[in-house]
């Protein structure tokens, strides 16, 4: 992930800019937000035909340690289509969530 414009918090329409998809920035809507443990925002073409929700969670771990998940889910009848177009995204999460531990362990 190369940043995050706007305000995050339920309601609030912030832009996503990503590595997997250089110069190339995503409006999505904040649909939950707790601090803290959750947040889960979404995005898509009107009308339902696509549409991607990601969710972020943390959660307690083992011995004082933090759970970190990331889940995306697409859904839509243009779905079969868009998803030929679509980079693999495996990557970018993984490199996200590595970048997130290691920003957390300082």
């Known amino acids: ?3 995050v414009e706007g305000r995050i918090a339920p309601g609030e329409k912030i832009t996503v800019r990503s590595h997997a998809n250089p110069g190339r920035a995503f409006p999505v809507k904040v649909t939950e937000f707790a601090p ?3 947040m889960t925002w979404s995005g898509g073409m009107p009308l339902g035909l696509f549409k991607g929700v990601r969710t972020f969670t943390l959660a307690p771990g083992t011995d004082g340690t933090t759970r970190f998940t990331m889940c995306e ?3 839509g009848p ?3 289509l868009i998803w030929r177009s679509m980079p693999d995204l495996g990557p970018s999460f993984r490199q996200f969530a590595n970048g997130l531990k290691q ?4």
């Open 73 to 75: 889910e697409y859904t």
């Open 36 to 38: 803290g443990q959750r």
């Open 1 to 3: 992930m190369e940043g």
């Open 78 to 80: 243009l779905l079969p």
């Open 103 to 106: 920003h957390a362990e300082r």
